[in-house]
């Protein structure tokens, strides 16, 4: 089945530094979506990706969906220690029918360090 | 109250013993799923189901089943619980086109012991 490849998975910085974290499919992706889980939280949604090469920022989130549609990154300016979590991407199926569930990429585990 | 509430939010059970966790949801999706978290393995899918009638398999689906009562239930069962079924269980709803992604529940922390 589809894979979604996420690196690093774990990544420490000092608060101020920015972080980026990165997933790669082998196939092309219809979409890319992007969540958060807080520790000891649930994932909660942050952004859906579509289109070839787009870009879209909340905040100081930066996302980005490449031009092949295999791979995305969430970059994370001047990181604060509200940023702690870890990220998920997650993708369904490219010829996905009626099968549309997500593939979960197995996260970045994100310390802010004040 | 929350979108997707699970029950219950913790369990201890036995080698060998059945239980059976419960969701259930309030934003009149069609579409849940139920997914395992352990560290280092993000979220893996066990069952999911488009509507009352279609319930499929994830990738992880044995020693797993399920149950969709009504448009907003949808419960997982272990019929005979083993130690490596310890982790974190979350259960999710979404729209047919997920265009808001989906909705998770505070998941549930089982230990099997």
């Known amino acids: 089945g589809q894979q979604v490849m996420q690196i690093p998975q774990y990544q420490h910085v000092q608060e101020g530094e920015d972080f980026t974290t990165y997933c790669n499919s082998s196939?092309?992706?219809?979409?890319i979506q992007w969540y958060k889980q807080r520790p000891g939280g649930h994932p909660v949604f942050l952004i859906q990706?579509?289109?070839?090469?787009e870009v879209k920022k909340q905040k100081r989130l930066t996302f980005q969906f490449g031009e092949a549609k295999k791979n995305s990154s969430l970059h994370i300016t001047a990181t604060q220690t509200t940023d702690v979590g870890t990220y998920f991407c997650?993708?369904?199926?490219?010829?996905?029918?009626?099968?549309?569930?997500?593939?979960f990429g197995s996260g970045t585990q994100l310390t802010v360090l004040p | 109250d929350a979108d997707v509430t699970q029950t219950p939010r913790n369990r201890i059970t036995k080698t060998g013993k059945r239980i059976m966790l419960e969701c259930s949801q309030t934003?009149?999706?069609?579409?849940m799923y139920w997914y395992r978290q352990d560290p280092g393995l993000g979220l893996r899918l066990i069952y999911y189901?488009?509507?009352?009638?279609?319930?499929n398999k994830g990738e992880i689906s044995d020693g797993y089943s399920v149950s969709r009562q009504a448009q907003a239930k949808f419960s997982l069962s272990l019929e005979s619980a083993i130690p490596n079924q310890t982790a974190l269980y979350f259960c999710?709803?979404?729209?047919?086109?997920?265009?808001?992604?989906?909705?998770f529940g505070s998941g549930t922390r089982l230990t099997v012991v």
């Open positions: 999710a709803t979404s729209d047919l086109n997920y265009n808001y992604g989906y909705t």
């Open positions: 196939t092309t992706l219809s979409n």
């Open positions: 990706l579509v289109k070839s090469g």
């Open positions: 997650a993708a369904p199926p490219y010829l996905s029918g009626s099968a549309r569930q997500l593939t």
């Open positions: 934003k009149g999706h069609d579409r």
């Open positions: 189901s488009f509507d009352v009638k279609d319930i």
